[in-house]
C-alpha cells in the first residue's frame, strides 16, 4: 500500500466522555467510548466497522467527521490532519466527508419536498448557480440514485424506507465527497429493499470512486459490502482483517462468537453448525474491565487477560488480532 | 404419521382497516396451525400483515379502524374469535393460554412500576395466590429465564435493566402464567446478535421445559432456519407458502421466497457478487389487485398471472409444503 493512496488515516483515536464529576465540575469518571483506535482506508475501497451497540463504532465514526471532538489521536484526511484544525479551517473537508444516516426518516425534513432537501445540498457551497444547471444537478442526483424523476415533488412520508434512504444518499452525493461515512445504512430496511440499497452502494463506487467508512452491526452485510473489516468491543478494535478471512480464519474469540451467532440461512451449514453463545452482556464502559475487555466473557481467559491489555499485533497478511493467546 | 393434535388452529381469517384511502385487507383469508409443542415462524417483509395477524387472535385489533371481518380461531376446541374482545373469557384466554412478547419490550413493560410488581400483577390475575406466593412465584419466574440475582431484580425498574433483560422478564411473565403457546412477534429485532441468540436459546428452553408451543413472527429468514419447525410465508395480507423448515429452506417455490433466500447476504460467499434482489416495492394494502399481489415483481409472471384471480395454496410435494403460484401450478399439471 503506497502512502498516496490512503484517503483516511486514523491514529490512537480516543473519545471520552465525561460521565461523574465533582461539586466543582470537575469530571472524575469518563465513559471510555472509543479508547485508542488505529486504522487506514484507502481510496476508493470499503472499510466496514462491526460490533454491538456500545462498542463505540459510531463515536468513532462521529469523531472522523469532527460532529465530535476527539479526546487524543490523529485524523489524517489525504494527509492533513484534520483532528485539531479549527471549524472554519475545516470547512473545505467538510464537503469531502459526508455522512449518511441509519433512519432517513429521522434525517429529513418532513415538511420539505424531496426536490428541495437536495437542491439545499446542492446550493450549499455558497457559490452562485444558473437555475438550470441547479435543476439538472438535481435530475442527475436523482438517477445516480435510481429514484424516479416525478419522486421531486413529493414528501418524505410519501415515500418508502428503501426510497428515503435513495434520498440520504443522493444528498450526500451533492457536495461531491470522496468519503462517505455510512452509520448503519441498511439496519432499518427489510431484507429485498437492503439488498437494493446494498447493491446501490456498490454501483456508486465502481461509479464515483467513492471510499465508505461503513458502520454495522450486521456481520454478513459487512462482509458482502467490505474489503477490510475492524471488530470494535467496548472502544477497542479487537481484530482486523481482509473481509474474505473473516469467515475462513477468524482468531479473536469474540469474533468467533459474533460469527457464530448470527443465523444462516442454509438449512444444511445451519443444521451441522456449532455455535458459541456468549454468557452475560457488553460491561458498561463506565467500569471497563482490568486487562483485555473481553476477558469476563472469555472461555479462553487466562490469568494474563485479566492483567494486561493485549496489543494488536499482525499476524501475517494484514491479519490483526489482539489476544494473547494467538 | 402420527396425527399430533392441533393446539391452536386458524381458518380463514380476515381483517382489514377502514381508513380514508380505502378499505386496508391487512390479513386476507389467512390459515395456520400450531401443534403442541411446536416451534411455528411467521416470515414476511413489514407491512404483511404477520403482526396483525397474531394480534386478531389475541382480538387486540383497535377497532375502528379495524375490523375482524371474518375467520374461525380454534383453542382446544373453542373458537375464541367468537368471544367478545372485553369478555372475562377473552381475558382468561390472554396471558393464560396465549402470551405475547412485543418487539420492544420497553413498550410493553410500565416504565413507572417495579418489574416485581407488574410480575405478581398478572400471577394475581389469572391465579389465586396471595400477595406473598404470587411474589415467590415471580422470584422463581426470573430465576428460571436465567435473570441473575431474581429477588434484587423483583424490586428494579424497567430501565434499569438492559434490552435482553427486559425481554427476559416478558418471557418470565409467560412463564408465570403457564401459557400453552407463546406469540413472539419479532422479539430479537431490537436485540444484538449475541443477545438475540441468547433470548432464542431461551425460548427453546422454555418450550422444552413448559411443554409450551411457539409462534415466532420475524422477518429475519436466518433465525426461522436456525430454530423453526414449520415456516408460513406471508406477503401483503396471505400465507404464499408454507412446509417444515427444511422444504422451504432447500426447495423453496414461491418466487418471492425464492427472491427472499437469495437477498440476504451470506457469510460464507465465495466472492463479492451483486445480490438478487426483488425489484420493486411491497404493494398498497388499500388497492390491492384481484391478482397474485406479487405479480408486478416476479420475475416469472406472464400475463395470467396478471389476470387471473389469486392463485390458491396447492400442495407441492409431500405432504406438508404448500405454495400459492400459478406458474408452478401450470408447470405440475402439464
Known amino acids: ?326 | 404419521m402420527a396425527e399430533k393434535k392441533h393446539l391452536l388452529e386458524v381458518n380463514h381469517l380476515k381483517t382489514s382497516f377502514f381508513t380514508d384511502s380505502g378499505e386496508v385487507k391487512a390479513v386476507n383469508d389467512v390459515s395456520y396451525y400450531v401443534d403442541e409443542q411446536e416451534i411455528v415462524a411467521v416470515v414476511g417483509e413489514s407491512g404483511c400483515g404477520k403482526s396483525v395477524t397474531q394480534m386478531s387472535v389475541m382480538q387486540l385489533i383497535q377497532s375502528p379502524p379495524g375490523k375482524i371481518l371474518g375467520g374461525e380461531a380454534i383453542l382446544e376446541g373453542r373458537d375464541i374469535l367468537k368471544f367478545r374482545p372485553d369478555s372475562k373469557e377473552m381475558r382468561a384466554v390472554r396471558g393464560e393460554k396465549i402470551s405475547m412478547i412485543f418487539q420492544e419490550p420497553m413498550t410493553s413493560l410500565n416504565p413507572v412500576i417495579t418489574v416485581g410488581k407488574q410480575l405478581t400483577e398478572v400471577i394475581r390475575t389469572h391465579k389465586k395466590v396471595s400477595k406473598k406466593d404470587a411474589w415467590q412465584m415471580g422470584i422463581s419466574a426470573l430465576a428460571s429465564v436465567g435473570i441473575p440475582e431474581p429477588e434484587a431484580r423483583m424490586k428494579n425498574y424497567p430501565f434499569e435493566m438492559s434490552g435482553g433483560m427486559r425481554q427476559r422478564v416478558m418471557i418470565a411473565v409467560a412463564v408465570a402464567c403457564n401459557s400453552r403457546l407463546i406469540v413472539a412477534d419479532e422479539p430479537t429485532t431490537a436485540l444484538d446478535v449475541t443477545t438475540q441468540a441468547q433470548v432464542m436459546e431461551l425460548l427453546l428452553d422454555v418450550v422444552d421445559k413448559m411443554k409450551t408451543s411457539l409462534i415466532v413472527v420475524t422477518h429475519n429468514l436466518g433465525l426461522v432456519t436456525r430454530y423453526a419447525d414449520r415456516i408460513y410465508v406471508m406477503y401483503a395480507g396471505r400465507i404464499i407458502e408454507s412446509g417444515t423448515t427444511e422444504e422451504l429452506m432447500t426447495k423453496p417455490c414461491h418466487p418471492y421466497t425464492i427472491g427472499l433466500l437469495s437477498a440476504v447476504p451470506k457469510l460464507d460467499a465465495d466472492e463479492q457478487t451483486h445480490l438478487t434482489t426483488i425489484e420493486g416495492a411491497p404493494p398498497d394494502l388499500a388497492n390491492l389487485p384481484d391478482a397474485c399481489a406479487f405479480a408486478p415483481r416476479c420475475p416469472y409472471a406472464d400475463e395470467e398471472c396478471k389476470n387471473s384471480p389469486h392463485p390458491e395454496l396447492r400442495l407441492t410435494d409431500g405432504h406438508t409444503h404448500f405454495s400459492a403460484c400459478h406458474r408452478k401450478i401450470r408447470r405440475e399439471e402439464t
Open chain 1, 1 to 326: 500500500m503506497s502512502e498516496q493512496n490512503i484517503l483516511l488515516k486514523v491514529e490512537n483515536l480516543k473519545m471520552h466522555f465525561p460521565a461523574e464529576s465533582t461539586w466543582f465540575g470537575k469530571p472524575t469518571k469518563f465513559v471510555k467510548a472509543v479508547d485508542g483506535i488505529d486504522f487506514q482506508i484507502e481510496s476508493g475501497k470499503t472499510f466496514g466497522l462491526v460490533g454491538e451497540s456500545g462498542c463505540g463504532k459510531t463515536t468513532a465514526g462521529k469523531c472522523v467527521l469532527r460532529i465530535y471532538e476527539p479526546t487524543e489521536g490523529n485524523i489524517y484526511y489525504q494527509g492533513t490532519d484534520i483532528s485539531k484544525i479549527t471549524q472554519s479551517q475545516l470547512k473545505p473537508y467538510r464537503r469531502s466527508i459526508q455522512l449518511i444516516f441509519q433512519d432517513p426518516y429521522g434525517s429529513l425534513d418532513p415538511r420539505q419536498s424531496v426536490g428541495s432537501i437536495v437542491r439545499e445540498a446542492v446550493l450549499a457551497d455558497g457559490k452562485k448557480k444558473a437555475e438550470a444547471d441547479v435543476k439538472a444537478r438535481i435530475e442527475e442526483l436523482l438517477t445516480l440514485v435510481e429514484l424516479d424523476l416525478s419522486m421531486a415533488g413529493r414528501y418524505p412520508h410519501e415515500m418508502s424506507g428503501g426510497q428515503r434512504q435513495r434520498l440520504g444518499i443522493a444528498r450526500a452525493l451533492a457536495c461531491e465527497p470522496k468519503l462517505i461515512v455510512c452509520d448503519e445504512p441498511v439496519s432499518a430496511l427489510d431484507v429485498s429493499i437492503q439488498a437494493q440499497i446494498i447493491n446501490l452502494f456498490e454501483s456508486l463506487q465502481e461509479k464515483l470512486g467513492l471510499t465508505y467508512l461503513f458502520i454495522a452491526h450486521d456481520l454478513a452485510v459487512v462482509r458482502h459490502i467490505a474489503d477490510t473489516i475492524a471488530v470494535m468491543y467496548l472502544g477497542h478494535i479487537v481484530e482486523m482483517m481482509d473481509a474474505g478471512e473473516l469467515y475462513a480464519n477468524p482468531c479473536h474469540p469474540y469474533t468467533k462468537a459474533l460469527l457464530s451467532a448470527v443465523p444462516v440461512t442454509d438449512y444444511y451449514t445451519e443444521q451441522k453448525r456449532s455455535r458459541i453463545v456468549l454468557e452475560g452482556e457488553v460491561p458498561s464502559p463506565i467500569h471497563a474491565p482490568s486487562g483485555c475487555p473481553f476477558h469476563p466473557r472469555c472461555r479462553h481467559a487466562a490469568d494474563l487477560c485479566k492483567t494486561q491489555m493485549p496489543p494488536l499485533v499482525d499476524q501475517g497478511g494484514g491479519h490483526f488480532v489482539a489476544c494473547h493467546n494467538y
